[in-house]
């Protein structure tokens, strides 16, 4: 079982930044794959970030370039940061961790950007 703990949400003005933080337990995080997703008020969840246990990340068009995921193994913690937000990127921010073919999931933290 691995258990996640999100932080850094909340309301920013239009092309400002935010960075969150999700911080895994488990001794062996630096073999996780990890993810962000997002799901706005009557979306569906959808993927903004990747990155896998080598350092290779993924991202989809509409937030590529503005969006940067990173992890740091020595303090069990990946990190989204988000610039040049948009009023589109208004959701609710999870995290995500696949270990051994399970995925887990964080509580989500909400990320409001006011235009």
């Known amino acids: 079982q691995v258990q996640l703990v999100e932080s850094g949400g909340g309301l920013v003005q239009a092309g400002g930044s935010l960075r969150l933080s999700c911080t895994a337990s488990?001794?062996?995080?630096?073999?996780?794959?990890l993810a962000w997703y997002r799901q706005a008020s009557g979306e569906q969840r959808e993927l903004v970030a990747s990155i896998t246990r080598s350092g290779d990340t993924g991202y989809p068009d509409s937030v590529q370039g503005r969006f940067t995921i990173s992890r740091d193994n020595t303090k069990n913690t990946v990190y989204l940061q988000m610039n040049s937000l948009k009023s589109e990127d208004t959701a609710v921010y999870y995290c995500?961790?696949?270990?051994w073919g399970i995925g887990y999931w964080g509580q989500g933290t909400q990320v409001t950007v006011s235009s």
């Open positions: 995500y961790v696949r270990n």
């Open positions: 488990g001794s062996t995080f630096s073999s996780y794959f």
